[in-house]
């Protein structure tokens, strides 16, 4: 029902940085975090990052700890991803996606009362 719209992915060399961003058209009531989710080339997809709308707290992959940093603007409907020193590693489709639990993305995925966006490409050349 919620439709995510996902920008700022792109080619970066290793080391630098990325800012993503999601925005959402609208939320449900049952629209209560908003995360990030990446696919590589046969890979399974895999959780990044989360947070809840209500509050700060935020989870995260260990292999993007202390790199990337989640945040949100309430008043926009928009989530952003920050990524600092990049790695090949993290080249992905970088999807966003809306649920009711922030932690629940972090050790579930998203559950049939979520949405996805159509993901972003994040590239990091070694």
């Known amino acids: 029902q919620v439709q995510l719209v996902e920008a700022g992915g792109g080619l970066v060399q290793t080391g630098g940085s990325l800012r993503l961003s999601c925005a959402a058209s609208?939320?449900?009531?049952?629209?209560?975090?908003m995360g990030w989710f990446r696919q590589a080339p046969g890979k399974e997809r895999e959780f990044v990052a989360a947070?809840?709308?209500?509050?700060?707290?935020?989870y995260y992959a260990d292999s993007v700890k202390g790199r990337f940093t989640i945040s949100r603007d309430n008043a926009r409907s928009t989530v952003y991803l920050q990524m600092n020193n990049l790695e090949p590693e993290d080249t992905a489709l970088y999807y966003c996606?809306?649920?009711?639990?922030?932690?629940?993305?972090?050790?579930?995925?998203?559950?049939?009362?979520?949405?996805w966006g159509q993901g972003t490409q994040v590239t990091v050349s070694s």
């Open positions: 996606a809306t649920d009711i639990s922030a932690q629940t993305m972090s050790t579930s995925g998203v559950s049939q009362f979520g949405s």
């Open positions: 609208k939320r449900s009531s049952k629209g209560f975090a």
């Open positions: 947070i809840n709308w209500s509050g700060p707290i935020t």
